[in-house]
C-alpha cells in the first residue's frame, strides 16, 4: 500500500512523545520505578537524536543534572571494599527519604553498573561538566565489581552479571578515562569466549548468540581499541556474516525470530562499528522501522502490532540514524550518544587532562 | 497480491486514512471496484473471513485477522449503515449489545435475540473486547497509560496499610523525590502505602513474618523492584523460612514476569540456600512450553545442568524440543552445549552421529538457518575428510537436484564457502572451487538472496581480489 503518510519520519510528534513525561509520568510507570535513569536516558538521549534538546530550558537542563547527582552513592567514611563496591549512582528511590539518616534505609540505596551509566551518559549529553562526579569512587566500585571471569556484577545486590554490564563497565571506564582500574586481558577474554559456534556473542559464554550482547561485545573492544587485536580475522569474519544474516526487511535479535524494531540499533550499530553497516539494505531497514511508527500518538512500537514503548521508540529513532535521515542528528556508535555530546566529552577529557585532575 | 504484500498491507498503522479507505470498503457494492484501497483492504478481508470461518477462536492469534478485526472495531463506533460489508461489523454491533446486557434487554426492539445467541460464543465476545482493547491502546494509549494498572483492578477489596490497626506500629515514611523531581511518577495510594510501609519497616529492620507479605505486596506492584527482592532475602534468611514455600511463591512470579532477571535470579538464590535441583529441570521445562525461546530459561536451565550436573535425559528433551519447532534456535544451541560439556566431548562418533541428526533435521526443512549454523558449530571440531564429506556430498547433491522450486540461500552459502575453504586449505584444485564458490555467491547476490546484494558482492569482490581474479557481475 502507498501510504504516504506511513513512510514519513513523523519528528515533531516524536518529540511530543519523548518529552511528554519527563516530568511527571503516569501510574503505570512504577514498572520503570527501579530504572528511572534509563528511563530519563531513553527520553534525554531520544530528543538528542531528534536535535530537540532546545525543548528544555537551561534550568530544566540543570534540575535534571541535580537530580541525577542526587542519586550517587554518599560517600561513607570507612572505605573499604565492600563499601566502595556500592559506590556510582542508584535507580530505584524505594529507600530514599527526606531528612533521615537511617542506616538501615540508606544501606539499600547501593550503586548499579547500569544506573552510573545511564546516569554519566545522560550528564554529558545535557552539557554537565561531570565536576560533581565521585570518579575515583566510582571507577573503585567499577573494579570491585569485576569477577574472576572477566565479567562484571550489575551491583552488590542485583547478582546479574553479564554482556550487559561488561558494555556498561566500559562505557563508565571510557568516559571516566579508567581504564587502569580494571582488568583488561580478563575482560577480553570473557568477550572472546562469549563468541559462539554461529559466529554471534551471547550474553555469557554457552549462551545462545543474540544481537544485544553482540553488540555490548564489540562495542566494548572497540571502546578498549581492542577490536582489531582481540578477535581472530575468521571469529569477525563469521560475526558479520551473522549479523548481516539477521536482516529479515528490520533486523532479528536471533536466527529464526520475528523482526524487532530494537535490533535496527543493536545489530545496525554492530555492523557500524565493524564498518560494515554500508551493505546493509537501508531501504528494506527503514521501511520496517517505519512501520512501527505510531502516526497518531508519536513512538515506536516493538512489531507493527504491538504498542508503542520507551524502549523501542529510541532505538527506533537510533537505526534510523544510521541511515542520513534529514533532522536527525549524527550518533556514535558506541557511546549509545550523538557525535555532538561526544565532542563535550571529548572537551572535557582536554580540559582534566591538561589540568591533570584524571 | 502476494501473502507478504497483504500482510504489509494490513499492517500499515490505523490512521485516519485508512479508516476512509475502509468505511469506502464496507459501502462500496461494485465487486470490481479499482479503487486501489477497495482492492487490497477487500482482500484482507476475505482472507479475514473465511480464517474466522475456520476456526473462529484462533481469529485473534492470527496476525492479519488482529489487523483487520482492529480496523473492524474501530470502524464500528462510527458505522451507522446496517449494510455495510465490513466483515463482523453487523455482527460486532450486536456483540456491543452483549457486553452491555441490562441495557439490552430494556432497549432491543426486535426479537433478535435468538439470533445474538446463535452468533456470538462467549469466546467471541471476550475476544472482541480484547480486540477493542488493542485498538485502544493503539490510538489512545497515552490516555490509557493514566488508567489503572491491572494488578490493582482486582476484585478483592484492597485495605490500606494505614487503615489495618495491626500495622499501627510501623511509622508511614514517603518518598523523597528531592527538591526537582524528574520522571515523577503519579504513583497511585495502593502504591504509594505499600511503599511507605515498606521503608517503616526498612527502618526499624524489622524482619518478620508480615514483612514477607508486606514485600510481596510491594511486588505484586513493582515485580522488578530489586530493592524489595534484595530485602525479601534478607527476612527470609533471617527467619530461616521455608524455602518450598519460596519456590512455589517465586515459580508463580517467574510465570507471570517471564522476561523479568530479577525473579530469575531470586528463584537461583533460593536454590542455592536449598541444595537441592531436583525440580528445577521439570520447572523450566513448564516455562518453555510458555515460551520456547525464552532466554532466561535456557540461562537458568544451563546453570542448574552444570552446578548440579544432572545431564543425563537432557539429550532427549533436546530431541522432544527440536520434534516441536525445528527452527528453535535455542534449541540448537542448548545441543551444543550439552554435547560441549559432556564427558566424551566431540569425538568423531558423536560427531558422525549429529552429521546423520542434521541431514535428518534438514530433510525436513532445508530453509532453516539454525541447523545450517549447527553443521557449522560441528564441523568446528572436525577433522576427519570421511566424515565431512558425507555432508558436502548430501549437500552437492540437493544442489545439483534444485534447480527449480525452493533454493535454499544457506545451502548455497555452505557450499560456496567450503569450496572456498577447501583452498584455503590447498586440498583441492583451487580454481575449479573458486569459479563454483563465485558462480554461487553471484546467484545469491542476484536470484536468491537480493536484500543482501551488497554484502555478497562485497564477498566476491574480497574473493576476486585474493586471487587475483576480474571481478564480473
Ligand atoms: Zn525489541
Known amino acids: ?358 | 497480491m502476494t501473502p507478504e504484500r497483504l500482510e504489509v498491507a494490513a499492517t500499515v498503522h490505523i490512521d485516519i486514512h485508512l479508516m476512509e479507505s475502509f468505511a469506502h470498503v464496507g459501502q462500496c457494492e461494485n465487486l470490481d471496484c479499482q479503487r486501489k484501497c477497495c482492492v487490497q483492504l477487500m482482500q484482507v478481508a476475505t482472507h479475514a473471513k473465511s480464517c474466522a470461518i475456520v476456526k473462529a477462536e484462533n481469529r485473534y492469534k492470527c496476525h492479519l485477522c488482529r489487523q483487520v478485526l482492529a480496523l473492524c472495531a474501530i470502524h464500528l463506533e462510527n458505522c451507522r449503515n446496517t449494510k455495510c460489508f465490513i466483515p463482523f461489523c453487523i455482527r460486532y454491533k450486536k456483540c456491543k449489545v452483549i457486553t452491555n446486557e441490562h441495557r439490552r434487554c430494556r432497549n432491543m426492539s426486535k426479537g433478535s435475540s435468538f439470533e445474538i445467541r446463535v452468533g456470538f460464543s462467549k469466546e467471541e465476545v471476550i475476544n472482541f473486547r480484547k480486540f477493542r482493547k488493542f485498538v485502544y491502546s493503539q490510538i489512545f494509549s497515552l490516555k490509557k497509560m493514566d488508567d489503572n494498572s491491572s494488578d490493582e483492578n482486582s476484585v478483592e477489596e484492597w485495605i490500606l496499610y494505614k487503615n489495618r490497626p495491626e500495622w499501627k506500629d510501623i511509622e508511614s515514611i514517603p518518598q523523597d523525590d528531592g527538591p526537582y523531581p524528574v520522571v515523577s511518577i503519579n504513583y497511585s495510594e495502593r502504591y504509594s502505602d505499600v511503599f511507605n510501609y515498606f521503608r517503616g519497616v526498612v527502618a526499624k529492620n524489622e524482619k518478620s513474618i508480615r514483612v514477607l507479605m508486606l514485600c510481596r505486596d510491594a511486588l505484586t506492584l513493582s515485580p522488578a523492584n530489586y530493592t524489595v527482592w534484595q530485602y525479601r532475602r534478607l527476612v527470609l534468611k533471617h527467619l530461616n523460612s521455608d524455602l518450598k514455600e519460596e519456590l512455589e511463591y517465586v515459580a508463580d512470579v517467574i510465570s507471570n514476569h517471564s522476561k523479568n532477571y530479577q525473579v530469575w535470579h531470586h528463584r537461583r538464590v533460593i536454590i542455592e540456600w536449598y541444595g537441592d535441583a531436583t525440580n528445577e529441570l521439570a520447572f523450566t521445562e513448564q516455562m518453555l512450553q510458555i515460551d520456547a525461546k525464552n532466554y532466561h530459561a535456557w540461562q537458568y536451565r544451563q546453570w542448574v545442568l552444570t552446578t548440579f550436573k544432572c545431564f543425563q535425559n537432557e539429550l532427549a528433551f533436546v530431541n522432544e524440543m527440536l520434534k516441536n519447532d525445528v527452527r528453535n534456535n535455542s534449541v540448537w544451541n542448548h545441543r551444543y552445549f550439552i554435547l560441549n560439556i559432556s564427558e566424551e566431548g566431540f569425538s568423531s562418533k558423536i560427531i558422525s552421529e549429529e552429521i546423520n541428526y542434521i541431514i535428518d533435521k534438514l530433510q525436513i526443512c532445508l530453509n532453516n538457518e539454525s541447523v545450517w549454523n549447527y553443521l557449522r558449530g560441528i564441523l568446528l571440531h572436525c577433522d576427519s575428510e570421511i566424515i565431512k564429506s558425507k555432508i558436502v556430498n548430501f549437500c552437492t547433491e540437493l544442489y545439483e537436484k534444485d534447480h527449480h522450486g525452493d533454493h535454499s540461500v544457506h545451502l548455497f552459502a555452505f557450499l560456496a564457502d567450503n569450496a572456498v575453504e577447501t583452498v584455503e586449505n590447498k586440498t583441492e584444485n583451487s580454481k575449479e572451487n573458486i569459479k563454483f564458490a563465485l558462480k554461487l555467491y553471484n546467484d545469491l547476490a542476484l536470484k536468491y538472496d537480493i536484500i543482501r546484494i551488497s554484502y555478497w558482492k562485497f564477498i566476491i569482490q574480497e574473493l576476486c581480489e585474493r586471487y587475483s581474479l576480474e571481478i564480473e557481475i
Open chain 1, 1 to 358: 500500500m502507498e501510504n504516504q503518510n506511513s513512510c514519513k519520519l513523523l519528528i515533531d510528534l516524536h518529540i511530543k512523545f519523548l518529552r511528554q513525561f519527563l516530568f511527571q509520568a503516569p501510574k503505570n510507570f512504577v514498572f520503570y520505578e527501579y530504572t528511572r535513569p534509563t528511563i530519563l536516558f531513553f527520553m534525554i538521549s531520544g530528543l538528542d537524536i531528534l536535535n530537540a534538546l532546545n525543548v528544555l530550558s537551561s534550568e530544566e537542563k540543570l534540575g535534571i543534572c541535580d537530580w541525577i547527582y542526587s542519586q550517587q552513592v554518599k560517600l561513607k567514611p570507612e572505605n573499604d571494599i565492600e563499601e566502595l563496591r556500592k559506590c556510582g549512582f542508584y535507580g530505584s528511590r524505594t529507600s530514599t527519604v527526606k531528612d533521615c539518616d537511617n542506616e538501615n534505609l540508606s544501606q539499600l540505596n547501593v550503586g548499579n553498573l547500569a544506573m552510573t551509566y545511564s546516569s554519566l551518559c545522560t550528564l554529558i549529553i545535557l552539557g554537565d561538566d561531570l565536576s560533581r562526579v565521585n570518579r575515583i569512587n566510582t571507577l573503585k566500585a567499577v573494579k570491585y565489581l569485576q569477577n574472576e571471569n572477566g565479567s562484571f556484577l550489575s551491583s552488590v545486590v542485583c547478582g546479574e552479571n553479564d554482556m550487559r554490564f561488561v558494555y556498561c563497565a566500559m562505557v563508565i571506564c571510557y568516559i571516566l578515562n579508567g581504564f587502569s582500574y580494571i582488568n583488561i586481558e580478563k575482560t577480553i577474554q570473557f568477550i572472546s569466549q562469549s563468541v559462539h559456534y554461529d559466529g554471534g556473542i551471547g550474553l555469557k559464554p554457552n549462551l545462545e548468540a543474540h544481537g544485544g550482547s553482540s553488540f555490548c561485545g564489540i562495542a566494548s573492544l572497540f571502546l578498549m581499541d581492542q577490536l582489531e587485536t582481540a578477535l581472530t580475522s575468521i571469529q569477525m569474519k563469521n560475526l558479520k556474516r551473522w549479523l548481516i544474516f539477521r536482516q529479515q526487511s528490520g533486523f532479528q535479535g536471533r536466527p529464526n525470530k520475528d523482526v524487532d524494531t530494537c535490533y535496527s540499533f543493536w545489530i545496525g550499530a554492530t555492523l557500524k562499528i565493524m564498518g560494515m553497516f554500508s551493505y546493509v539494505n537501508w531501504e528494506e531497514n527503514k521501511n520496517s522501522i517505519l512501520l512501527c511508527q505510531n502516526t497518531i500518538t508519536g513512538g515506536f512500537s516493538k512489531c507493527s502490532h504491538t504498542e508503542v514503548d520507551l524502549l523501542h521508540t529510541y532505538f527506533g529513532l537510533y537505526g534510523l540514524s544510521f541511515m542520513n535521515i534529514t533532522g536527525l542528528n549524527e550518533m556514535h556508535s558506541a557511546l549509545n550518544i550523538s557525535m555532538r555530546a561526544y565532542e563535550h566529552l571529548k572537551v572535557l577529557h582536554n580540559l582534566y587532562k591538561t589540568n591533570s585532575y584524571w
